[in-house]
């Protein structure tokens, strides 16, 4: 099976742009996760989708959004970027379920804000 | 926010010893994970621990969990340059998703040829 993948994998944007990310989850993986990873705050919970609803979110302001499609493809879009969004951001995909907790991550796209 | 830190921040050794980090979280859980990331790439699952266990092993890996002291550590036996990486312990919660993990601060191993 292919794995999760993500693109871009790199991404410059300037502060006030918008920018979307795209996740093709592990075929029949039906739940994806987001994740932020910086140097300063690690890595955390942005939001989880399954069955094109968002499940969870994590503390993060509006300007941090997302969508599951009908083929479990997720994407999320972060407006009015500003420079501490700089990151890499990982998906991650995983059967749903209580007893299929192992996620598998993506490569991740790293985002550069200038 | 990070359910906890992990320790050390980093660790060096040398190829053959074995190598013990340790995660200290917060609240209370359903499972604790072990992943390991290379170089700023995507995180690869090791391991997993339920709340209602004390270890568990997989090849070189050994993991402990003591959920009254919140702690786990993972134990990597004849390390290898390759387990040269970036490991992070990530909490589930006993509530809400399981798939909202909550990942420690990390540890850098460092494994000399």
């Known amino acids: 099976k292919a794995g999760v993948t993500q693109t871009p994998r790199y991404l410059i944007k300037t502060r006030g742009q918008q920018v979307t990310l795209s996740c093709s989850p592990i075929s029949g993986h039906r739940s994806v996760s987001w994740y932020q990873q910086t140097p300063g705050q690690g890595l955390q919970f942005l939001f989880e989708y399954f069955s094109e609803t968002q499940r969870n979110k994590g503390n993060f302001p509006g300007r941090f959004s997302g969508r599951q499609f009908s083929n479990s493809r997720s994407e999320m879009n972060v407006s009015t970027l500003e420079l501490g969004d700089s990151a890499l951001y990982l998906c991650?995909?995983?059967?749903?379920?209580?007893?299929?907790?192992?996620?598998?991550f993506g490569p991740g796209t790293r985002l550069t804000v200038l | 926010s990070q359910q906890g830190e992990e320790d050390p921040q980093a660790l060096s050794i040398q190829e053959g010893e074995n190598a013990t980090m340790n995660c200290s979280y917060k609240?209370?859980?359903?499972?604790l994970q072990w992943y390991r990331q290379n170089s700023g790439r995507g995180l690869v699952h090791l391991i997993l621990i339920r709340s209602n266990e004390r270890e568990k092993h997989s090849g070189r890996l050994r993991v402990t969990l003591d959920t009254s002291k919140k702690s786990s550590s993972l134990l990597i036996t004849a390390s290898r340059a390759a387990d040269t990486a970036s490991y992070f312990c990530a909490t589930a919660p006993i509530s809400g998703s399981a798939r909202q993990l909550t990942f420690g601060s990390g540890t850098q191993l460092t494994v000399l040829p």
């Open positions: 991650a995909s995983s059967l749903a379920g209580m007893d299929y907790n192992e996620q598998f």
């Open positions: 609240t209370s859980i359903n499972n």
